[in-house]
């Protein structure tokens, strides 16, 4: 089992920075790829960024950093000129082929 604790969340206001990080303990086998989805107020889980066990960046949505230190198990994401539609639960996760584990959520809100 895996276990995922999203946290650097919080209240920034427009054209603000977060980094947000993602603590994996546990050990799967399997594990492809890891990333970060996100859910605005009222809308579905979308994704934001992934990237695969060798450090290739899959997918990032534009004015977001996705990266892993390998040695402390965390993901990362870099978020910058943050938007009030950035407004979200921030989710970070962990997919094998026959799983995907899912951290709690940090929430990340942009307002003035």
């Known amino acids: 089992q895996v276990q995922l604790v999203e946290s650097g969340g919080g209240l920034v206001q427009p054209g603000g920075s977060l980094r947000l990080s993602c603590a994996e303990s546990?050990?799967?086998?399997?594990?492809?790829?890891r990333g970060w989805s996100r859910q605005p107020p009222g809308k579905e889980r979308e994704l934001v960024a992934q990237v695969d066990t060798g450090g290739s960046v899959d997918f990032v949505k534009g004015r977001f950093t996705i990266s892993r230190d390998n040695a402390k198990n965390t993901l990362y994401l870099q978020m910058n000129n943050l938007l009030p539609e950035d407004t979200a639960v921030y989710y970070c996760?962990?997919?094998?082929?026959?799983?995907?584990?899912w951290g709690q959520g940090t929430q990340v809100t942009v307002s003035s």
């Open positions: 546990g050990s799967v086998l399997g594990i492809y790829a």
């Open positions: 996760w962990a997919s094998t082929p026959w799983k995907t584990f």
